[in-house]
């Protein structure tokens, strides 16, 4: 979620990545301030949250490709830096977690 700097006004004049002198407060990407900052411009609004989805789109297709490479012994854990190991591993901990809860309301697979 991307951190904004508001005008005394209460207006969003920018919006940052990280936190930042003056933005810490932290909005959800389709906030309502947020979407009329962006829409100033033509369509970046839109077309930033369609990006924005596409990468998580793009995350899960990365994800399940390491998988499959690994389960078909091309490439091994340890072949991957530590940071991507570890946040490899914190996602699948996060989804069998979730497997084992809608399990027990009858659900399906965490896709």
């Known amino acids: 979620m991307p951190f904004v700097l508001r005008e005394p006004t209460g207006q969003i004049i920018a919006i940052y990545q990280d936190p930042h002198d003056g933005a810490e407060e932290e909005l959800p990407m389709n906030h309502p301030d947020i979407m009329a ?3 100033t411009k033509d369509g970046a609004a839109a077309t930033l949250l369609d990006l ?3 990468d998580l789109e793009m995350a899960r297709v990365v994800e399940d490709l390491v998988e499959l490479l690994i389960m ?3 490439i ?3 072949d991957l830096p ?3 190991q570890d946040k490899l591993n914190r996602r699948q ?3 069998g977690t979730l ?3 809608l ?3 009858g659900g399906g697979k965490v896709i």
């Open 93 to 95: 901990h996060w989804r």
């Open 99 to 101: 497997d084992e809860a």
């Open 72 to 74: 078909r012994g091309v």
């Open 52 to 54: 924005a989805q596409s």
């Open 76 to 78: 091994t854990m340890d």
């Open 103 to 105: 399990a027990m309301f």
């Open 37 to 39: 900052f962006l829409g």
């Open 82 to 84: 530590p940071a991507a």
